[in-house]
Each structure stands twice: as C-alpha cells, then as structure tokens.
C-alpha cells in the first residue's frame, strides 16, 4: 500500500468539510501530500469552487442528482469508487448522524480500520495518524493508530476551527462514478423543529441538573439566559428522568464549545464533563462545596442555586444597563 497518497476530507455538512480541510492542511503539510476534499451533492459546483480557498489542493467534484439528498448506498458507492481507485493515505470523515455510519461501512468495504469521534488528530514520527477520543465512559482519553490504508477517522463538528479563506489555487475535478442504485427511498424530509440556536453551536449555555426541584424552576434560568444571551441545557437525568427536556449535555449527549457554560446544581460527574472540556470558562453553583464540577470550573459559587441565579441576573442586568 505503498502507493497511498493524500489526506482526503469528506462530509455532507459543509461547515464541517471546512473545518476538517483546516485540520487536513496541519496534517497533509506534516506528511508532504496533497489535500483533497470529495465533494458530492447536485448542482455544487459553486461551493466546490470555494473549498479550494479554505485549503484544498485538489476538489473530486461528483454533481449527479443521485446525490441531492443523502442516500448512505449512494455516497458509500463514491467513496468506497473513489477511495479504491486513488488510495488516500488518511480519509477524515464528518461525525455526523450520516456520516458515522458511512464512515464505518466504507471502513469494512475497503478492509480498513476506522478511529470514531476524534477530537484531536496528530501525525507520528512514523507519519500514522492519531486519533483521539474519549473512551471508558469518560474517564480515559484513547490514542489510536491504524495499521491499515486508508487509515480512516470521524471527527466531530467543532473539534477543529474553520480555517480563513485565502487566494490560492487549486483544482476542482469532475468525475464520473458510477452510483449504486440506493435500497431505500426518502419518503419526505422535513426541518426539525427546534427553538433558537441549537445547543452545540450555543455560545452561552446556562445547565441545570438535579439540583433543580420543578420543571417551571427552569425559568430561573432563562431568566439569566436572556441576559447574558444564551441557551438553556441540562445534565441526563433531567432529559432522560424527568422529560424535562428533550436533549442533553454531556457524553451521551450534546459535546459543546461555549465562551461560558454555567452549571447549576450539576454534580460535575466524568459522563457531564466529558461534554463541557472544551468550554472556555466553566461557573459553577453548587451547594455541596465537595462537588467534583469545581474541580472543573473556572469559577464557582458554593450556594443555593435559589438564591444565586436570581442575585446574579439582577446585577447583570443592573451591570449590562
Ligand atoms: C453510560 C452513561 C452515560 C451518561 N451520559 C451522561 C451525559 O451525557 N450527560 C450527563 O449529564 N450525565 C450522563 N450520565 C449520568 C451521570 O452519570 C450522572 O448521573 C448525571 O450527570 C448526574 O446529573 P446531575 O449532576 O444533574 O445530578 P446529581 O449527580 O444528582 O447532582 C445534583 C447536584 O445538585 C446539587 N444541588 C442540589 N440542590 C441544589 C441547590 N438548591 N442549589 C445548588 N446546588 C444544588 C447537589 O449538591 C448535586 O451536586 C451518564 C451515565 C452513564 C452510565
């Protein structure tokens, strides 16, 4: 498999593939080789175009109007086409709902390995890539290194930064690959329905967890979230439990990257953290002053959350004026 060259990005979210071409720069100029993003949808030329300028040396354009919708067979066909013929040496694939599958099945159509939700990715001094992710239910963080070709990863939105646009070249390739006939039709499509921005991509998130006694006690924190500008959250049990919400932070729940998080009556266990890690600031109210969130916090408050969420909305609205 000597032959393999080039760190290939793909994701059906454009945002993402942006973000893994900046991470794909870092690692295709660690290793010498070229950066490619395969880029299939229908009608796409436009945007292939821009790939370019976020760091793409080379863009494998498939428009086909097979390709409108996201079919698992259909862009699994591209891919697995594409993978066999050129032989990347590194695939970076987006977390997505689609995209993890995706890059599992092609993992097993190539006789692959594939590392899953990578938030860090490095090269070695033998040029394998590392993939790291958070394993045991939080408590340990994974290095793992493929000893086969491609050596395939899933990285999740926002674990890396967009890189900024520059003028550069590149090459936008069209190719013509032939599509595998899907076993599933969409019936209908429809936008989820959610309120304001979606938690991840919160800037400001206030979290509730068990300290909190009645459903309507949530207000005290939306109170604050109008505020500062933010979204409400919650650690599992209020989700899961209590059908308070509906999502939830944490391992099994939302990864967020918020400027600041505020956890109210949240013990800070490992499974909850594990999605706050890349939170700038992290404050902390809690009346048990051994909680392990302190541990974490930035800056805590040992205290009733009854009484510090009000005080502390008051004087940033007095503050803010
Ligand atoms: C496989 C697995 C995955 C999991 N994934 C997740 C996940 O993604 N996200 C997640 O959140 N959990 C997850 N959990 C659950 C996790 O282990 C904890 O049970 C959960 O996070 C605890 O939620 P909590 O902090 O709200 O509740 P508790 O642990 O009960 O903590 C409540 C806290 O509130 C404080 N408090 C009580 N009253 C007040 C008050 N009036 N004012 C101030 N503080 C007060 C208490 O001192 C306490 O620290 C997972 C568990 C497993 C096994």
């Known amino acids: 498999?000597?032959?393999?060259?080039?760190?290939?990005?793909?994701?059906?979210?454009?945002?993402?593939?942006?973000?893994?071409?900046?991470?794909?720069?870092?690692?295709?100029?660690?290793?010498?080789?070229?950066?490619?993003?395969?880029?299939?949808?229908?009608?796409?030329?436009?945007?292939?175009?821009?790939?370019?300028?976020?760091?793409?040396?080379?863009?494998?354009?498939?428009?086909?109007?097979?390709?409108?919708?996201?079919?698992?067979?259909?862009?699994?066909?591209?891919?697995?086409?594409?993978?066999?013929?050129?032989k990347p040496e590194i695939m970076l694939i987006g977390s997505t709902r689609n995209g993890k599958p995706l890059a599992a099945r092609l993992a097993t159509r190539l006789k692959t390995g594939c590392t899953p939700d990578c938030r860090r990715l490095s090269v070695d001094e033998n040029g394998r890539l590392i993939g790291e992710r958070i394993t045991y239910g939080g408590n340990a963080v994974a290095k793992i290194a493929s000893r086969t070709k491609p050596q395939i990863a899933t990285v999740p939105a926002r674990a890396f930064g967009k890189p900024e646009p520059q003028d550069r070249n590149g090459q936008v390739i069209k190719l013509d690959v032939k599509i595998e006939e899907p076993k599933t039709e969409i019936v209908e499509t429809k936008p989820l329905e959610t309120s304001g921005v979606k938690i991840e991509e919160a800037e400001v998130i206030i979290s509730c967890g068990r300290g909190l006694e009645k459903k309507d006690d949530k207000a005290l924190l939306e109170e604050l979230g109008k505020v500062l500008g933010g979204q409400v959250g919650c650690s599992r049990p209020l989700a899961e439990d209590r059908k308070w919400f509906t999502e939830w932070v944490g391992l099994s729940g939302h990864k967020v990257k918020p400027k600041l998080y505020v956890a109210c009556g949240i013990s800070g266990v490992i499974q909850h953290v594990a999605g706050i890690r890349d939170a700038k600031t992290i404050v902390a109210i809690n009346k048990d002053p051994e909680a392990p969130i302190f541990e974490v916090a930035d800056y805590g408050v040992v205290g009733d959350l009854y009484e510090i969420l009000p005080a502390l909305t008051e004087a940033l609205k007095k503050h803010l004026q």
């Open 1 to 86: 498999m000597s032959e393999s060259k080039g760190v290939w990005v793909f994701s059906e979210n454009y945002d993402l593939t942006l973000e893994l071409l900046g991470k794909g720069w870092e690692i295709a100029d660690k290793l010498q080789t070229e950066l490619v993003a395969v880029f299939a949808g229908y009608d796409v030329q436009e945007k292939a175009d821009e790939m370019v300028r976020y760091g793409a040396d080379k863009v494998y354009l498939i428009d086909n109007p097979a390709l409108e919708s996201f079919q698992a067979e259909a862009y699994l066909s591209v891919l697995h086409d594409l993978a066999a013929n050129y």
